[in-house]
């Protein structure tokens, strides 16, 4: 009668091999899970250091032919206070009638179709917003909003 030994090399290496792929599981298991339910941090804006300037309000003649169409906004620009921001809020200031100016030429562009249906205020928002930061050089705004947008 053979005397068979039960842990051979095939038998341990395939224990071995069980082992590793049960544990490499179990640390794929807790790496998933650990990502879909620990809080997610979005890049962006810290909310509670955010700060918002009026342009005051715009009367904008539009680009349709006669003239007779117009728009009147007030657009507000939304930047967040920290050090890259530090100074921009005096910017802001000080270059108002500048960057007024500019929000009236990028809506004197425009046509009253590309203006009055709801889903054109933020193409509009975006396009302000790109080229008010162009012309800031302590910061760069956020966001755009509007505290008046009125179309005729």
Sequence with gaps: MQNKKFFTVR????????????????????????????????????????ATYS?????????????SNFMRLTPVLEYEQNKQNKKLGEELSQKKAALQDCIIRVIRKK???????????????????????????EGEIYRVYFSEYLTQ
């Design 55 to 67: 342009m005051g309000s715009l009367l904008v003649n539009l680009a349709d032919p006669g003239g």
């Design 111 to 137: 046509k009253l179709t590309d203006v009055q249906p709801p889903e054109s205020i933020d193409k509009v928002a975006a396009e302000i917003k790109e080229e008010v930061n162009k012309n800031l050089h």
């Design 11 to 50: 038998t341990l290496l395939i224990i071995l091999i069980i082992l590793v792929l049960l544990t490499g599981l179990g640390v794929g298991g807790y790496i998933f899970y650990a990502g879909t339910t620990g809080t997610v941090r979005v890049a962006g804006p810290n909310p509670q250091k955010m």
